[in-house]
């Protein structure tokens, strides 16, 4: 079969790089890169260590409004399948790259495959919420990561092409955390020591957006009784500038390290050698799971509820006096069981495996 994916945004990257693999054994891959993720660091890097081919096309879209930024990736993407006609489209996760990729390709009358399907905050105010949700909506294949996903799909009246495969991240942190072990000098670089400081992330709009959220985030993560390492997503400096909070950043007894956003092995380093992770991404939520590390999310919901349910995740929300006794609490932790909850890191296999079907 012919396929095109879709990517744009940082987590695609990491996603693709493992399925891209597995699908091009069988099957031929025109990968569409949307530019919604842009800087070398955010996007490049991905390309350079995780080996992943190089887009065939670039459609150089950058930031805008969701309506702008969505709308412009609307009629590149379906200038690209009118002109490559492949048998389906692939799309990954929430962004709004997702969303474009899903509706231009349904259509076209182009089959759909989602990867990751099935997951819901519950909160329509994010906007990944609604991407995910009309992905779902107009995909013919729905690669779940879990049974909670399958059954969420069933509740919405989809279950045709449903299928449980485990999380493709599983596969990125089985192929690329030895490789980190290996080649990452980060810790050095950084001065750090292994279970000597946390890391922490944070780009969601919810708490971007919304300076009391982020105020209170910061002070949450300056409180800290280790360094705290936060690689700052660039819609985050530049909600710090906004909002009037470098002050807090730069305070004289603050542990905080601010850096630029790192690349995958430098990031998968950093986490699998912390005392803690905290952070309002789901994919790091997932990632603290695997590499067994606790993680304090700074949201007051996931869609990674099983972390929650296994006791290796706690929402935390923005709260500085709540960030705060969590951390302090994270010390006092006995580690709790920690079984397979979204298979076991050959995702990308079932997935090519049930395209083939
Ligand atoms: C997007 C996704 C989110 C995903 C996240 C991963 C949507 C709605 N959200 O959020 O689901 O978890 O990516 O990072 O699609 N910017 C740069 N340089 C870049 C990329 C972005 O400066 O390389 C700036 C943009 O100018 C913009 C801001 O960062 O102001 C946010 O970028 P955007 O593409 O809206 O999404 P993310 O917040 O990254």
Same mark, same amino acid.
């Given at each position: 079969?012919?396929?095109?994916?879709?990517?744009?945004?940082?987590?695609?990257?990491? $996603?693709?790089?493992?399925?891209?693999?597995?699908?091009?054994?069988?099957?031929?891959?025109? !990968?569409?890169?949307?530019?919604?993720?842009? #800087?070398?660091?955010?996007?490049?890097?991905?390309?350079?260590? !995780? /080996?992943?081919?190089?887009?065939?096309?670039? =459609?150089?879209?950058?930031?805008?409004?969701?309506?702008?930024?969505?709308?412009?990736?609307?009629? $590149?993407?379906?200038?690209?399948?009118?002109?490559?006609?492949?048998?389906?489209?692939?799309?990954?996760?929430?962004? /709004?790259?997702?969303?474009?990729?899903?509706?231009?390709?349904?259509?076209?009358?182009?089959?759909?495959?989602?990867?990751?399907?099935? =997951?819901?905050?519950?909160?329509?105010?994010?906007?990944?919420?609604?991407?995910?949700?009309?992905?779902?909506?107009?995909?013919?294949?729905?690669?779940?990561?879990?049974?909670?996903?399958?059954?969420?799909?069933?509740?919405?009246?989809?279950?045709?092409?449903?299928?449980?495969?485990?999380?493709?991240?599983?596969?990125?942190?089985?192929?690329?955390?030895?490789?980190?072990?290996?080649?990452?000098?980060?810790?050095?670089?950084?001065?750090? $020591?292994?279970?000597?400081?946390?890391?922490?992330?944070?780009?969601?709009?919810?708490?971007?957006?919304?300076?009391?959220?982020?105020?209170?985030?910061?002070?949450? !993560?300056?409180?800290?009784?280790?360094?705290? +390492?936060?690689?700052?997503?660039?819609?985050?400096?530049?909600?710090?500038?906004?909002?009037? =909070?470098?002050?807090? !950043?730069?305070?004289?007894?603050? $542990?905080?390290?601010?850096?630029?956003?790192?690349?995958?092995?430098?990031?998968?380093?950093?986490?699998? /050698?912390?005392?803690?992770?905290?952070? #309002?991404?789901?994919?790091?939520?997932?990632?603290?799971?695997?590499?067994?590390?606790?993680?304090?999310?700074?949201?007051?919901?996931?869609?990674?509820?099983?972390?929650?349910?296994?006791?290796?995740?706690?929402? +935390?929300?923005? #709260?500085?006096? +709540?960030?705060?006794?969590?951390?302090?609490?994270?010390? =006092?932790?006995?580690?709790?069981?920690?079984?397979?909850?979204?298979? #076991?890191?050959?995702?990308?296999?079932?997935? +090519?495996?049930?395209?083939?079907?």
């Amino acid at each position: 079969m012919h396929f095109v994916t879709i990517v744009g945004a940082r987590p695609q990257f990491i $996603k693709a790089a493992p399925l891209s693999a597995e699908l091009r054994k069988l099957h031929t891959e025109y !990968l569409v890169h949307t530019g919604q993720h842009y #800087d070398d660091n955010m996007s490049d890097v991905f390309f350079r260590e !995780l /080996n992943i081919p190089l887009p065939d096309r670039h =459609l150089g879209v950058g930031s805008g409004s969701h309506g702008t930024q969505t709308a412009a990736m609307l009629v $590149k993407i379906e200038k690209v399948l009118e002109e490559v006609r492949p048998d389906a489209v692939i799309i990954y996760g929430d962004t /709004n790259s997702t969303v474009a990729g899903a509706l231009a390709a349904a259509k076209m009358h182009i089959p759909v495959a989602h990867v990751e399907a099935g =997951l819901r905050s519950f909160d329509r105010r994010m906007p990944e919420e609604i991407n995910r949700v009309v992905a779902d909506h107009l995909s013919t294949w729905l690669f779940a990561p879990s049974q909670v996903s399958v059954h969420q799909l069933a509740a919405e009246g989809i279950v045709k092409g449903v299928h449980d495969v485990g999380d493709i991240m599983a596969d990125s942190v089985r192929l690329f955390a030895p490789l980190a072990r290996q080649r990452s000098v980060v810790l050095d670089r950084l001065g750090l $020591k292994p279970g000597g400081y946390f890391v922490a992330t944070v780009h969601r709009a919810g708490n971007t957006d919304d300076a009391k959220h982020l105020a209170g985030i910061l002070k949450g !993560l300056s409180s800290a009784p280790k360094f705290v +390492v936060l690689p700052l997503h660039p819609r985050t400096r530049a909600a710090i500038r906004r909002h009037g =909070l470098e002050s807090i !950043l730069t305070a004289k007894d603050g $542990k905080l390290i601010i850096i630029e956003p790192l690349g995958y092995l430098d990031m998968l380093q950093l986490q699998q /050698n912390a005392a803690a992770i905290l952070t #309002d991404s789901g994919g790091i939520q997932k990632e603290a799971y695997y590499l067994g590390v606790p993680c304090i999310t700074l949201r007051d919901e996931t869609e990674w509820v099983e972390t929650v349910e296994a006791g290796w995740n706690r929402l +935390v929300g923005a #709260d500085p006096q +709540v960030i705060a006794s969590a951390i302090a609490d994270m010390a =006092l932790l006995s580690e709790p069981p920690h079984p397979p909850l979204y298979g #076991d890191g050959y995702t990308a296999e079932r997935i +090519v495996e049930a395209l083939w079907a």
